[in-house]
């Protein structure tokens, strides 16, 4: 069955609680075979003993006909409507077409059934019910958090029914409240309409009543048959009537589609929440760090990256690091990494993980003789070598503490810190902003890159290595700050922010913030080059994985570029003796997680570096030999 038949719209409403179901007897005939209204007429005629020739004017008359058989005896009209209608469902078991429908979250649901096959499902299957089947009980409905079940023409265990000519004659006189009810329900939500035919009056009158108010402004309803003829259909699809033709022994496969449809919405509306509600409560825990550049990053990682990571594992898996692995091993030479210094790690080392690892099993031993993990926080450090010894004990690994953007980091942190609390208005803050970041730049020893070197002389560990691979791109360094300050300027300025012009104002400061990121990456990145080739051995091999472009699914939303050019900043590879022999560009986006939403923050939004989605290049280097003096000489001449 084609996913088509189910409108997306449809399921969408489902899945958020806000459908009204409308069944009608042909679901309870096709499930449990009871009588449809000409069957009951035949049914009647036999009891009553009415004459032949009243047959085809019975099929004609109905209501009337039925009128008929309650006067000539209501106690003997209503046991062959007990007979028909509840006897032949007495211990049956619920249906797989009920058991869908008692699976799913209506807003409410509406029928004109007499029978008891809806509430007796719903209750079998551990749903809390409230049954509205007269005006007498109607005051129970929405006084609780259950599902409402709402019986237009009550049941056949309650005294007042609707099913005959006075019956629906005096519909609106003595079932007020039961009408003003479902003119409600039809007016606020798109309803689902399931065995029901277009005959009926009160359904129509009700419908009609809803549409000559509201008009185009109505909500959908989706009817769901098997074909009819086509100048019925153009009538009801000027009404805002979507037809889903279905045959009848398809309904339940139907159904299970749309149960299908509705669980999957529902979790990705789940994770969507916890999503949501981890990305604001870790925005808000970064901006109360903003003065402290080491406990920012161990929070950005506990509170982002590690639950983006466990949430979305398998995606990660498949759209990051098994491309990435595949394409790191046809760069070792020769396959072999004796020394290898991984920086960035995270906590599972995803490099020495997953199906496609080149590390995997017995081929570490000759592949990699010593390791090296460098990350800023100790505790990553940690895990990941225990998760390392738990798989490869033989394998000799070292850690390697170290902020890998050389002090920048920090130095771009204190920057915004600085500008933030010395602002008074967003005005002031603004005019700070657009001033040269002279903090971001420094003449220490951090310029020549020779930090990393430093650090691991310092700390012990190797200093030159065969292969340096990095997922410790320039930007990872960066957006911890950048996220942090910008929600504590939402914080700070809430209310000159969600004011009339906030929105610009908002716009105008956080390109001014993306501004200063890029060019922080820039610096980094190349700082970063730098500092790598210090420690890399001649004709060794350096691999970078870094996000070059952010962009967003909202609509109208474009792009960001992780630096100030849609290129890789130029790197000046001479002085350290770097020749770049490839570059891979992602073949798909890499999607850091599924969803496109705003988090709020004091009542302000905030969408950058949150839903968006990522582009990867893989950066390869290779370390040239230095030249002899005679080799120089030739060279320069």
Same mark, same amino acid.
């Given at each position: 069955?084609?996913?088509?038949?189910?409108?997306?719209?449809?399921?969408?409403?489902?899945?958020?609680?806000?459908?009204?179901?409308? *069944?009608? &007897?042909?679901?309870?005939?096709? =499930?449990?075979?009871?009588?449809?209204?000409? %069957? +009951?007429? $035949?049914?009647?005629? #036999?009891?009553?003993?009415?004459?032949?020739?009243?047959?085809?004017?019975?099929?004609?008359?109905?209501?009337?006909?039925?009128?008929?058989?309650?006067?000539?005896?209501?106690?003997?009209?209503?046991?062959?409507?007990?007979?028909?209608?509840?006897?032949?469902?007495?211990?049956?078991?619920?249906?797989?077409?009920?058991?869908?429908?008692?699976?799913?979250?209506?807003?409410?649901?509406?029928?004109?059934?007499?029978?008891?096959?809806?509430?007796?499902?719903?209750?079998?299957?551990?749903?809390?019910?409230?049954?509205?089947?007269?005006?007498?009980?109607?005051?129970?409905?929405?006084?609780?958090?259950?599902?409402?079940?709402?019986?237009?023409?009550?049941? *056949?265990? &309650?005294?007042?029914?609707?099913? =005959?000519?006075?019956?629906?004659?005096?519909? %609106? +006189?003595? $079932?007020?409240?039961? #009408?003003?009810?479902?003119?409600?329900?039809?007016?606020?939500?798109?309803?689902?309409?399931?065995?029901?035919?277009?005959?009926?009056?009160?359904?129509?009158?009700?419908?009609?009543?809803?549409?000559?108010?509201?008009?185009?402004?109505?909500?959908?309803?989706?009817?769901?048959?098997?074909?009819?003829?086509?100048?019925?259909?153009?009538?009801?699809?000027?009404?805002?009537?979507?037809?889903?033709?279905?045959?009848?022994?398809?309904?339940?496969?139907?159904?299970?589609?749309?149960?299908?449809?509705?669980?999957?919405?529902?979790?990705?509306?789940?994770?969507?929440?916890?999503?949501?509600?981890?990305?604001?409560?870790?925005?808000?825990?970064?901006?109360?760090?903003? &003065?402290?550049?080491?406990?920012?990053?161990?929070?950005?990682?506990?509170?982002?990256?590690?639950?983006?990571?466990?949430?979305?594992?398998?995606?990660?898996?498949?759209?990051?690091?098994?491309?990435?692995?595949?394409?790191?091993?046809?760069?070792?030479?020769?396959?072999?990494?004796?020394?290898?210094?991984?920086?960035?790690?995270?906590?599972?080392?995803?490099?020495?993980?997953?199906?496609?690892?080149?590390?995997?099993?017995?081929?570490?031993?000759?592949?990699?003789?010593?390791?090296?993990?460098?990350?800023?926080?100790?505790?990553?450090?940690?895990?990941?070598?225990?998760?390392?010894?738990?798989?490869?004990?033989?394998?000799?690994?070292?850690?390697?503490?170290?902020?890998?953007?050389?002090?920048?980091?920090?130095?771009?942190?204190?920057?915004?810190?600085?500008?933030?609390?010395?602002?008074?208005?967003?005005?002031?803050?603004?005019?700070?902003?657009?001033?040269?970041?002279?903090?971001?730049?420094?003449?220490?020893?951090?310029?020549?890159?020779?930090?990393?070197?430093?650090?691991?002389?310092?700390?012990?560990?190797?200093?030159?290595?065969?292969?340096?691979?990095?997922?410790?791109?320039?930007?990872?360094?960066?957006?911890?700050?950048?996220?942090?300050?910008?929600?504590?300027?939402?914080?700070?300025?809430?209310?000159?922010?969600?004011?009339?012009?906030?929105?610009?104002?908002?716009?105008?400061?956080?390109?001014?913030?993306?501004?200063?990121?890029?060019?922080?990456?820039?610096?980094?990145?190349?700082?970063?080059?730098?500092?790598?080739?210090?420690?890399?051995?001649?004709?060794?091999?350096?691999?970078?994985?870094?996000?070059?472009?952010?962009?967003?699914?909202?609509?109208?939303?474009?792009?960001?570029?992780?630096?100030?050019?849609?290129?890789?900043?130029?790197?000046?590879?001479?002085?350290?003796?770097?020749?770049?022999?490839?570059?891979?560009?992602?073949?798909?986006?890499?999607?850091?997680?599924?969803?496109?939403?705003?988090?709020?923050?004091?009542?302000?939004?905030?969408?950058?570096?949150?839903?968006?989605?990522?582009?990867?290049?893989?950066?390869?280097?290779?370390?040239?030999?230095?030249?002899?003096?005679?080799?120089?000489?030739?060279?320069?001449?």
């Amino acid at each position: 069955m084609e996913s088509s038949k189910i409108p997306k719209e449809l399921a969408v409403a489902v899945s958020e609680g806000r459908c009204v179901l409308f *069944v009608g &007897s042909g679901l309870s005939h096709n =499930t449990h075979n009871l009588p449809l209204w000409n %069957d +009951l007429v $035949r049914t009647m005629l #036999k009891v009553f003993d009415a004459p032949e020739q009243a047959l085809a004017a019975a099929d004609t008359y109905k209501l009337e006909f039925l009128e008929y058989c309650r006067k000539q005896s209501p106690a003997k009209f209503r046991a062959v409507l007990e007979e028909q209608l509840l006897n032949p469902v007495r211990g049956t078991r619920v249906s797989r077409c009920h058991e869908v429908l008692a699976s799913l979250p209506w807003a409410a649901i509406v029928t004109t059934n007499l029978d008891n096959l809806l509430e007796s499902s719903f209750v079998a299957m551990g749903n809390d019910i409230v049954v509205v089947d007269n005006e007498t009980n109607i005051a129970s409905a929405g006084l609780r958090n259950n599902t409402l079940i709402l019986k237009m023409h009550g049941s *056949v265990s &309650s005294p007042d029914l609707v099913l =005959t000519f006075s019956d629906y004659e005096d519909f %609106d +006189l003595h $079932r007020p409240a039961m #009408k003003a009810m479902v003119i409600a329900l039809f007016a606020r939500f798109p309803v689902l309409i399931l065995g029901a035919g277009l005959s009926d009056p009160n359904v129509k009158n009700l419908y009609g009543i809803v549409y000559s108010v509201l008009g185009e402004a109505k909500h959908d309803c989706f009817y769901v048959s098997e074909p009819m003829p086509d100048f019925l259909e153009k009538v009801w699809v000027d009404r805002r009537f979507q037809f889903i033709h279905i045959r009848n022994e398809d309904l339940e496969g139907w159904l299970d589609e749309l149960q299908a449809n509705v669980e999957k919405l529902r979790e990705k509306e789940q994770s969507r929440k916890e999503v949501e509600f981890l990305k604001r409560n870790a925005l808000l825990r970064m901006s109360e760090m903003i &003065s402290r550049y080491d406990r920012l990053q161990q929070e950005y990682l506990a509170t982002v990256h590690i639950p983006d990571l466990t949430m979305f594992q398998n995606r990660w898996e498949t759209t990051l690091y098994a491309p990435l692995r595949s394409k790191f091993i046809n760069h070792l030479p020769n396959g072999i990494a004796r020394e290898l210094l991984y920086i960035g790690p995270g906590p599972n080392a995803p490099l020495f993980r997953g199906p496609t690892s080149s590390f995997a099993g017995d081929t570490v031993a000759r592949r990699v003789k010593k390791l090296v993990l460098a990350d800023v926080c100790p505790s990553v450090l940690q895990d990941a070598k225990q998760e390392l010894a738990s798989r490869f004990p033989d394998l000799e690994t070292q850690e390697l503490t170290i902020d890998i953007s050389g002090g920048r980091g920090e130095a771009l942190l204190q920057y915004l810190c600085d500008s933030l609390n010395s602002s008074n208005s967003t005005e002031e803050l603004e005019e700070r902003l657009n001033r040269d970041a002279t903090r971001l730049e420094s003449e220490s020893a951090v310029a020549s890159g020779t930090y990393l070197k430093q650090a691991c002389i310092e700390q012990g560990v190797t200093q030159q290595f065969d292969v340096v691979y990095s997922e410790m791109v320039a930007s990872f360094t960066g957006t911890a700050p950048v996220m942090a300050f910008e929600t504590a300027t939402k914080r700070k300025f809430s209310g000159q922010l969600r004011a009339e012009k906030g929105a610009e104002i908002l716009e105008r400061l956080t390109t001014k913030i993306l501004n200063i990121w890029q060019r922080y990456n820039d610096a980094v990145f190349r700082l970063h080059i730098l500092s790598l080739s210090h420690v890399l051995k001649e004709d060794g091999v350096m691999i970078i994985a870094t996000d070059v472009e952010k962009k967003f699914a909202a609509p109208g939303k474009g792009s960001i570029f992780s630096f100030t050019s849609t290129d890789l900043p130029d790197v000046d590879t001479t002085v350290a003796r770097l020749d770049m022999r490839y570059m891979h560009e992602s073949a798909t986006w890499w999607v850091d997680q599924p969803f496109d939403f705003p988090i709020t923050i004091e009542g302000v939004r905030a969408e950058y570096f949150l839903a968006h989605k990522h582009r990867i290049s893989l950066v390869v280097y290779k370390k040239m030999r230095s030249l002899s003096g005679a080799d120089a000489a030739r060279r320069e001449v």
